[in-house]
């Protein structure tokens, strides 16, 4: 798909090299600037508070407290070889650990003569507590019929393909993908860059099939913050500070072969039509929800972290909470108990007057915005698919939103600082 | 272009209304949280550090120090009549003096029968140092010939169309604009929120017609933030401390009848192949910029901010700064002394693998991001114009860069507390 032709250099001269030498040198003996011609590039400057260990039994920035930015790309796997696949993934890896730390994708060898090994847009920037967090798709174990690596039979039985949900109008080239790498970071020029190096290092093996910056903005308070429709969101996420409930929602058990301490990852594009929805009466907006704007809570109730009443009437016998309202909808107790790690941002990619979807409130939708659904689950069977089934048939907020890209990867375990992101899939092949 | 329709509400009962406002009350009781129905909403909220003052001499977002999101906007004018663009300029000046404070766009209602007057996403968040920053489009004082709102003699001289520069490749969807809005804000949420509250506010007279979302990343410690290619960017801008130079580059004087401080925004959307940037050689990289990437020094000096010498030769009697490097042919010293106040912001908008460009190295483009370039100076002739000439002619770094959208604005003066934005203009009509 691409051609690697740099422009030619029309004046290469050696002074230039001499004078950057130089430079570095007399840098170095200094002290000063983090140097990029230097080895010991940004070696001083995180401060540890920054900083998101990336190994561990789990990948980071799943239960990570969520960061303000996200970049999250999807990659085509170009190559026919297991080994070139492993190769990557011991790259990404080695650039991944280096990167979290603060540090540049590679060591820098200053060669003016050398594209340089770090594009050197985070140079001097916080490490903004970024994680880089991979996935494998479903292509990596066959694609168009072919198990090109010799894996299709470790595919885990629960890494299913997503079904076709009720209103879905996805886009090919914005959905599924082969790997998948979530950056999020309190920076997002922090969070592209890392996906940028990991981009440059998948040269020739795997290439960008598609990618979605996102944000999420947060009161300083550490309350709930408000989605792009104005209402708290997140509210009744499970807590990632109980591990019974991680263990039981998020985390692949032995069931999972090798995505034990693993979880699968479901992302949707889900674009808002926020032109109509902000000309939508406030009672009305509050029925689609379920809960009050002001505070959050459950309609018929007070506080935001009140367990919904979805048994509750009114004086005419009506449900209190609608049947239809998406916090009902999307809640454990209409879904046999199911639950899943939401971990969205919202995204704005600016103006776009092309609606994916008929309906009349769909006409003359101008914000390409909207929310980048990211969810964990230890199974997306009893996760996702369980509730997006009911949400995508009796959900009123699917009069304002339409998917229009969807993709799921498995995220393999964490990584104990030797090993490679997928080393026990591959182990024993 | 939009219809209004909001779906129906299928089940509006009058419970809802009720509910909602006793817990209004209860909370105006209370105290507690800032309610999104009460009049008082975030009355306490913002500390007076995230707040820029919207009214002054001149608009605020100009000389304000650059905050971390951008969210431009342009729109189109619907109406014919001139009554009709001076009350919704009102409309955006008191709305926008509101959002400036923290406040919502509009006093709140509470009435659960009505839109809210307000989306509420930025409910809880710091005011984030949110500018407002007003401009006129050509299509203000004629559009196709007709001069709609009897105002094509007050078009100022100095206001003129932008000529078609070399290797402009622009797409008209997204380039020009009757009005505009440049939101920032240190939180992209922020600004979004203000800017989608302005286009409720337009309806019937205005829609949205381009909107370009950007951020820009600096270092904590106050040093020159770097852009998406790696080098620091903005060594060279005028410095917004000194007003002298402020008022003999940036501010319309007495020349300019209404516009008399005010000043004129340039825009261009500049993608950047930041894929085939990363694969070329640091020296080169160095060539086309000019500049040391460690340290922002002129080629062949050692510190920053020195004054390049464009004089200087090597041994060989080449100059130390090659003849078609940025830095160079962009200065004041090749431009006839021109300057204009750089405030652009990097733009991320996802991946596009369409190149609007021929050259080689255009093909395999990937990433959908690069440089939203936003200029002010006191008039575009000499300013941008002058100086994009012979950066569009001579600049190595257009090997790179493609200039796919545009548009100029005149930013009227400022406000001062009572008035309304573009009030001069209108005077004595």
Known sequence: MTQHNAPINPARRRFLLGTTQAAVAGALLGGGLGMLNSPRAMAA???????????????????????????????????????????LLKRWTAAARRLSRGQTALPLSGKADAAPEDGGDSIGLSTSKLTL???????????????????????????VDL?????????????GGDLSVQACADDPQVAFHAV???????????????AQPGFASAPA???TGRNLMGFKDGTNNPSTKDPALMKEFVWVGDEGGWMKNGSYVVVRRIRIALEHWDRSELGFQQEVVGRYKDNG???????????????????????????SAHSRVASPQENG??????????????????AERWPPWHQGIEYDAGLFFIAYQRDPRSGFIRINKTVAARDMMNQYTTHVASAIFA??????GKGYIGEPLFAGL
């Open 337 to 354: 108990g199911a639950r899943i790690l939401r971990r969205a941002y919202s995204f704005n990619d600016g103006a776009n007057f092309v």
């Open 297 to 323: 809570a459950p309609l018929g109730q007070k506080d935001e972290f009140e367990t919904m009443k979805l048994d509750a009437t009114d004086a005419d016998g009506n449900p209190v909470i609608p049947d």
């Open 133 to 159: 967090t991979f996935g494998f798709g479903p292509g990596l174990f066959s694609k168009n019929g072919v198990d090109r690596y010799g894996l299709a039979s470790r595919r885990p039985e629960a890494f």
């Open 163 to 175: 079904p076709k949900f009720n209103g879905d109008q996805l886009v090919p080239e914005r959905s």
């Open 221 to 223: 308070d550490g309350s």
């Open 45 to 87: 400057t995180p401060p540890p508070l920054d900083l998101v260990p990336f190994d561990g039994a789990h990948q980071a920035g799943i239960l990570t407290p969520q960061q303000k930015h996200s970049y999250f790309a999807a990659f085509d796997l170009d190559t026919d070889k297991r080994a070139d696949v492993i190769a």
């Open 411 to 416: 995220c393999p375990p964490g990584t104990d």
């Open 196 to 210: 940028r190096q990991l981009a440059a290092l998948a040269q020739g093996v795997a290439s960008l099939r598609w």
